[in-house]
């Protein structure tokens, strides 16, 4: 019995080890966000094998309570800039939820990010986010000149 275990454990870790050569294009991860700097919150982060978008889904606590949001971002563009730093220009899309009292807020953003790979290798990234952010939509109504500014730092684990 225990050597089916050792067996089956060896095999796992061949198997997840060729799973990490292979790089399927599934990354997770987290970050710390902020919204103007004054609410502050927390995004899992992650991507999805083959899909052109990155998601952040979390929440925040500021003057309004709690509450939720997501992104999802399209990277334009990124590429190498020196040794273990990359960056990314992209577009994306911003909504945020709070329950109690109800609001919601909707909008566009673009975020420039600095990723760095301090293993040498594509396994693990911590990246520096900017993103100004354009939210005309609210519960409120329609403001076309309101426009935020959303910072992020994190990481992200490829598999």
């Not at 094998?49 to 003057?63: C, D, E, R």
Request: proline share 6%.
């Amino acid at each position: 019995m225990k050597r089916i275990a050792v067996l089956v454990l060896v095999g796992m870790l061949a198997a997840s080890a060729g799973a990490f050569a292979a790089r399927s294009g599934f990354a997770l991860g987290a970050e710390a966000a902020s919204t103007n700097f004054s609410s502050w919150g927390g995004r899992f982060v992650f991507h999805l094998p083959k899909a052109p978008l990155y998601f952040g889904l979390g929440g925040y606590m500021g003057s309004g309570g709690f509450g939720l949001d997501l992104t999802a971002d399209y990277w334009v563009t990124h590429g190498k800039l020196a040794s273990m730093f990359n960056y990314y220009i992209g577009v994306g899309g911003y909504l945020a939820l709070n329950a109690d009292p109800f609001w919601f807020s909707l909008g566009a953003r673009i975020p420039l990010g600095l990723q760095v790979w301090p293993l040498g290798n594509d396994l693990l990234e911590i990246f520096l986010e900017v993103a100004p952010a354009w939210i005309p939509v609210s519960s409120s109504g329609f403001f076309p000149l309101n426009f935020e500014f959303q910072p992020a730092l994190g990481f992200r684990i490829w598999f």
